[in-house]
């Protein structure tokens, strides 16, 4: 009979029924490889096949191949890399949850609780795997798939909290493409790309390298077969004769090294074809131009001996031009250290030796910079992938737990449980309802997950389901939890969620989100309101025809919102607006001045200008303020006699008056300013020339400088132009003064708002 449970395979986890529920609490999900309180048992491994034979020993996974068979080869991997007794048992104990009603009672019973927490925690883990792997299938993933890869592999380690686990994985995966291989199957494409982007860097990052050159060779050769068959008849077509060559080299360097003083071992270097082939891809290379094709790596005793070893290997071979590294004196970012040099030999075979110590060796094989780091991240690697994260010193950590596995009655037993306790505490990983998986941050809720995904559904947020149960929304999600979102059409976050001891948001990006809409309504409530008062304006002066954007851009603003915005937070007086839609009046000829603006008290006589200047030698002569220059006390005047509009009074400095003047002198008359006893209030108006850097809100802060001076403006006029600096905008500002020499002072404020360039007097 066909069994289609889970387990820790391949393709067994791509479909059948589920496995059981049950799984550890809390406090079980984090039990580590230490985490037992009893060492391991004698005979466990015997003891675990025997249990599970009965079960399973007449089922098949989806693969078709023998389940009792592949847990078998399973545990042979295992050991084969150094896993204990424990792990070697774990395959039986997966395969035989889903036959036990409770499998995890039952396990502790028989085995104890580290034994029932790696069987139970691997089965959970599968049943999430599968999830991803089918949403991947479906091409149903975030809009990074690169980013989705790497939230794969980190929720391997994160979601397990076991390194144990992931060590089962690593195996059941392997044994799974080895079986398709054997069986001359084609394995699916799915799983074959989940093994060569996720398992095979994940056990390249654990520094488990067998494993992962042979799954990235086995699952190349099934999602590109007729590549992978190109590369290898061009490595089997001199096979032979390359590995005769390689063996007797490497014999004969290490024998002339130690003849010559060189303490040394030289070993070879395998090349897999997965390699081979990303090389000539990343690099543009033929298959004749991969150099290490032909590898040697020299260990020696010290770093002495490591430029001994160089010297003499240059000296008895042809360096290769460009070819020569030293990462020993200047060591890669992430800690590789060894020298690495192509050469030729008589025949002009080229041939890549690397030159390290055993120290070097075994940092770049285990440590925190492994073989992943620089083939995966480094800048002329071929990943593209960061390698420089907290994320990686955790899997430095995480790296030690297999070795310390193996005394689990020792005093490495609680450094391990003090070093593994909060490793991935800090970061949770759910999926979507299509499997893809989000990364939060631990304690996030249902509605941080909602903006995680797209700001819109977290705004429209009303409800929730984990794993298909209703749940409230300040619920804090766990690893490996199926979240689904319950929704309105249309609506907006609630003030509750911002509430930090209602617990309703835990990432920042969420928090932000929320303010955002909430500090947007309050924007849109000050726009209306500022609109408003605008369109009441224009009613008022029967300008209802006007573009609002045309009247925004007239007062320096790029939109009409960010005018209603100014006046709405009361920051632009509505006057400022009503002056600049009064209708200009008709330009004059030179002797036409419009009449300066009567002052605010009218002498006793009500004559006009009687108060303001003096026309020497006559008497109650119609005065006006000439408005090309626009006099104000105490500047030196002049008038002129106009044709039947009195005298017209100009600034002594006023270019049309030197014109009228040289053209008609007889009508130039003597004038000065009347010298009030006491101030009769009189204001006159002049014109004031700012240019500034165009930029958003210039016309405002001006404005505020000369309301905070207590001096008024009645007209404004603005024009702004792009040029090489940017955008200069030029203003002029028609304001009320009783004194010029005061203007002076304000001038000298609004020349110190930024942007400003000059500011002066018409």
Known sequence: MKNKGVGPSGQDDAGGPAAPTASP???????TATADSVPDQPHALARARAFAEPLIASETLDTGENILVHADAVAAILKSIGGSETMQAAPYLVYSCQHLNKPQEVIVKAFGANYAALAMETTKLVQVQRQARTAHAKAQLLDDPAAQTENVRKMLLAFSRDLRVVMLRLASRLQTLRYYAATRQAAPGA??????????????????????????????????????????????????????FMAALRAQLERELNQNGIAALVQGRPKHIYSIVKKMRGKSLDFEQVFDIRALRVIAADVNGCYAALGYVHSRFTPVEGEFDDYIAKPKTNGYQSLHTVVRDEAGRAIEIQIRTQAMHDHAENGVAAHWAYKEAGVKGYGGVSAS????????????????????????????????????????????????????????????????????????????????????????????????????????????????????????????KVRAWFNALTMEKTVAKGREAVEKLLQREGKTAMKLDALALQLGFKTADDLFEVVGKDELSLRTIENMLRPPE???????????????????????GKGNVLVVGLDSLL????????????????????????VSIHRSDCSNFRNMASGSPDRVIEVAWNSPKTPDGSVYPVDVAVEAADRQGLLRDISEVFTKEKMNVIGVQTQSVKDNRGGTAWMTFTVEVAQSGRLNQVLAVVAEVPGVRTARRR
């Open 586 to 608: 008709p330009a004059l000829s030179q002797d036409d001045y419009v009449l300066a603006k009567k002052t605010r008290q009218s002498d006793k006589s009500g004559q006009a």
């Open 389 to 512: 994260s907290e994320y990686d010193a955790k899997i430095a950590v995480l790296r030690q737990l297999l070795a310390w596995e193996r005394d689990l009655s020792g005093p490495a037993a609680q450094r391990a449980r003090d070093a593994n306790q909060g490793l991935f505490e800090d970061r949770i990983y759910v999926l979507t309802p299509d499997a893809a998986i989000v990364e939060l941050p631990q304690g996030a809720t249902a509605v941080d997950f909602a903006y995680s995904v797209h700001t819109n559904l977290g705004h429209r947020c009303r409800g929730a389901r984990i794993d298909g149960v209703m749940v409230p929304l300040n619920t804090p999600l766990q690893n490996g939890q199926t979240v689904e979102v319950i929704t309105v059409k249309e609506g907006g976050p609630s003030r509750d969620w911002l509430n930090p001891e209602l617990g309703f948001l835990s990432s920042h990006r969420a928090k932000s």
């Open 191 to 244: 799983l074959a790309h989940e093994s060569l982007h996720v398992f095979a860097p994940l056990a390249n990052r654990l520094g488990i390298g067998q494993i992962k050159w042979e799954m990235e060779d086995l699952a190349f050769r099934f999602l590109e077969p007729d590549i992978y068959r190109q590369t290898a008849r061009w490595l089997d077509e001199k096979r032979v004769e390359r590995e005769s």
């Open 25 to 31: 609490g809390p406090t079980a999900s984090i039990v």
């Open 623 to 646: 005065t006006q303020l000439a408005k090309c220059c626009k006099p104000a006390p105490p500047d030196a005047i002049l008038g002129f006699v106009t044709k039947g509009k009195g």
